[in-house]
């Protein structure tokens, strides 16, 4: 291989390297792994909002039933009062009666407040239940998908490598003014840096080349690395 064709493969690899390093930062495998931790963490809020909005109903339910038993033991004292032999008067039965009257009102609206909650609690356990089952799902998903962007990556990584090995190879039977020209070059014209002649034009150019410089390059050896006088691209006669 001669020096020419080292520096075009020189070009090739560096070309390769941009385009595997371009698709390792936007791998599909990536966006994958990003759309189902969102989706996790979104599950996970959810759940965590349900989970407050349970305590909060459970809190109320604990205080209603606590205050539900608290009627029945004093329904219980009043029964005894009322039916056993300490009352005096009839103004005294009435009072307990009355007492006892309000408190199984009260009873009653405690109870349907508790069933009320129930209620609400029934379908919040249920989606609970739900997202708990599709977390673990989603925690498969996540790890799948890590799995495929760890493999993508090391293939990638594998690529770059052979590259890189075969880039040196290239740099190593270049002469050290042909290296220099083609890395001041590259940041301007990238995967064009080094063209070949023609015939008539430098092959990178978007215009044509005056045809005395034509004729200039033409009469070079075959071979010879010059540079194109319109675009600046370096030209391989």
């Known amino acids: 291989m001669t020096a020419m064709e080292d520096l075009f493969a020189l070009q090739d690899e560096d070309v390769l390297r941009g385009q595997l390093e371009y698709r390792r930062a936007r791998l599909p495998e990536a966006d994958a792994v990003l759309a189902a931790e969102t ?11 349900l989970q407050i909005q349970r305590l909060d ?3 109320r339910q604990n205080r209603f039933e606590g205050e539900v038993a608290a009627i029945e033991i004093r329904l219980g004292e009043l029964d005894q009062r009322l039916y056993g032999s300490a009352i005096t008067s009839p103004k005294e039965a009435t009072a307990l009666q009355n007492e006892i009257g309000s408190l199984r009102r009260r009873q009653d609206d405690l109870e349907g407040q508790i069933l009320e909650i129930m209620e609400i609690l029934e379908p919040t356990d249920a989606r609970l239940e739900e997202l708990a089952a599709a977390a673990i799902v989603a925690d498969a998903d996540i790890a799948a998908a890590k799995v495929a962007l760890v493999e993508t990556e090391a293939a990638i990584d594998g690529e770059l490598a052979e590259s890189a090995t075969r880039r040196e190879e290239a740099v190593q039977s270049l002469p050290a003014d042909v290296l220099v020209r083609y890395q001041r070059s590259l940041p301007s014209f990238g995967a064009s840096t080094v063209v070949r002649f023609s015939g008539t034009d430098c092959s990178g150019c978007p215009y044509s080349m005056p045809s005395m410089e034509a004729d200039r390059v033409r009469g070079l050896d075959a071979g010879t690395l010059a540079e194109c006088s319109e675009c600046g691209r370096l030209v391989v006669r």
């Open 57 to 59: 109903h459970a809190r």
């Open 39 to 49: 989706a996790r963490v979104q599950m996970s809020a959810e759940v965590g909002d």
